[in-house]
């Protein structure tokens, strides 16, 4: 009988997939192709070395019994790497490597045609124990549902990141983006949403990672040329979470990696989780195919928390922290900080320690003493409210003249003027700016900054108008 490498390996691969869980099947097994047969061992092509060594580390045992089923004992099985010649050459390269002797397999010898070795192999994520199966998720269990809190300021991200966790990837939710100015707790629900994962999931592989540290993976595995590898690391992973997206910009090597990266996993039904301080709108310098990309699922955004949560976000700090304080006290801060959390409860614990360091009781005075110093070497944002009040007053208008639908050209400049300042004061969405002034789309925003930008050049008394207006909202 005349047996082909496809027909041998397709034997091996039933025996296989009866004996090992059907994820690991589709991550290890799928993606094999049976290449060749002959002298009695099957030569077989890998995606990567990272790909060989995991099959060699955990499935050689299971690939012998089942090869020797097919080909007798005196079985060979070669591996054939086909992989991207990073440097200089784009043509890709081919290495064949025998089964190691673990198998006690007859080894084939083979010479290796490679035009440009790489080092040895590592992981591109180090960490310790990555030979385990078990990849460490990087998560941070103290960022959890349960501390944060609800709000009219974060109910579609929190809801949307719950429904995630029910279902990765499962939702429509994929990728979920969640965005908004710092301090506002996007790094937070990101964990959240992965810590619930692993306790619903435990069986999923997780991982939590920033985009500084990603491009700085990637770099390290352009240097030791194995790109590949690296690629196939993040491909392995059930639900990734990458914070602070928006440091790809500019980054063409690592935007183009991660959008390999993005779209197996997409196309895997594998969940995507990104973080960012911008809309993906209001992305500078991110390649247009991975700004599609990130507008499939939903972009879900995080504002400035209101007096109510605010509180509820102290009294569980409190809570938490076994801390009792005055109700006036509360309310207190809840009134005074009102653009951060982190700020909130960077002031919270200022407040505890100065009470128990100094053995003084929490007072009115105290906690005004310290959000005084608090906020004075804390940068305030300024908020869109302000904005168009300080805009109006200065032409002389009311803030619903100003964002009123008129087009007369003093209003209009006015208008253009407060979207400007808006998008260069605060952390808010264009789609954020537009709706706080007079409900106007993302687009018109746009078009104000470049407007006001264009006159600023041209028009002195318009670059007065810029100037004051400037002095005003920075003093």
């Not at 083979?110 to 998720?137: A, H, T, W």
Request: charged share 25%.
């Amino acid at each position: 009988m005349n047996r082909t490498a496809e027909s041998v390996w397709d034997n091996c691969l039933a025996f296989i997939e009866d004996n090992i869980s059907s994820q690991a099947y589709k991550t290890w097994f799928e993606p094999i192709k049976a290449v060749k047969l002959a002298d009695n061992a099957l030569s077989i092509q890998v995606p990567s070395k990272f790909f060989y060594e995991w099959l060699e580390e955990h499935y050689v045992k299971i690939l012998k019994v089942a090869l020797t089923k097919e080909l007798g004992a005196t079985a060979k099985l070669v591996y054939i790497i086909r992989m991207e010649n990073t440097y200089g050459n784009k043509l890709p390269f081919t290495e064949k490597i025998p089964s190691s002797n673990r198998s006690n397999m007859q080894l084939q010898e083979v010479d290796v045609p490679v035009k440009n070795k790489s080092p040895e192999l590592k992981n591109p994520f180090v960490i310790p124990g990555i030979r385990n199966v078990k990849i460490e998720s990087q998560l941070n269990p103290n960022y959890n549902f349960e501390n944060f809190l609800e709000g009219d300021s974060n109910r579609l991200a929190r809801s949307a990141g719950l429904a995630v966790a029910n279902k990765p990837g499962g939702t429509s939710f994929n990728p979920l983006l969640i965005f908004g100015g710092v301090g506002l707790g996007k790094t937070h629900l990101g964990h959240a949403i992965g810590v619930d994962i692993k306790d619903k999931y435990p069986e999923k592989t997780v991982l939590y990672i920033s985009a500084e540290k990603f491009t700085q993976q990637y770099i390290e595995s352009v240097r030791k040329n194995n790109r590949n590898d690296f690629i196939h690391f993040y491909q392995i992973i059930d639900v990734l979470i990458v914070d602070d997206i928006q440091l790809f910009s500019g980054k063409a090597g690592t935007q183009d990696v991660f959008f390999h990266v993005f779209n197996h996993l997409h196309q895997n039904g594998k969940q995507v989780i990104l973080t960012s301080d911008k809309a993906p709108v209001d992305m500078i310098d991110i390649e247009q195919r991975l700004l599609s990309r990130f507008k499939w699922g939903l972009s879900a955004e995080l504002n400035h928390p209101d007096y109510d949560t605010r509180v509820a976000i102290i009294e569980n700090k409190l809570y938490r922290d076994g801390v009792e304080m005055p109700g006036e006290i509360v309310e207190f801060l809840a009134n005074n900080i009102k653009t951060n959390i982190r700020e909130l409860e960077g002031a919270i614990i200022s407040l505890i320690a100065h009470s128990s360091f100094n053995k003084k009781e929490i007072t009115i005075d105290l906690a005004r003493k310290i959000v005084e110093n608090y906020v004075k070497h804390t940068k305030r944002e300024v908020s869109i409210d302000y904005i168009q009040k300080v805009v109006s007053d200065y032409f002389q208008m009311d803030v619903d003249t100003l964002q009123s639908k008129t087009r007369k050209r003093h209003i209009v400049q006015a208008r253009q003027l407060a979207m400007f300042f808006a998008k260069k004061y605060t952390k808010a969405s264009l789609a954020s700016i537009g709706s706080q002034i007079g409900q106007r789309d993302h687009a018109t925003v746009l078009h104000a900054c470049k407007t006001v930008n264009n006159l600023s050049t041209t028009d002195k008394q318009f670059r007065k108008y810029v100037e004051d207006l400037n002095k005003k909202l920075t003093l």
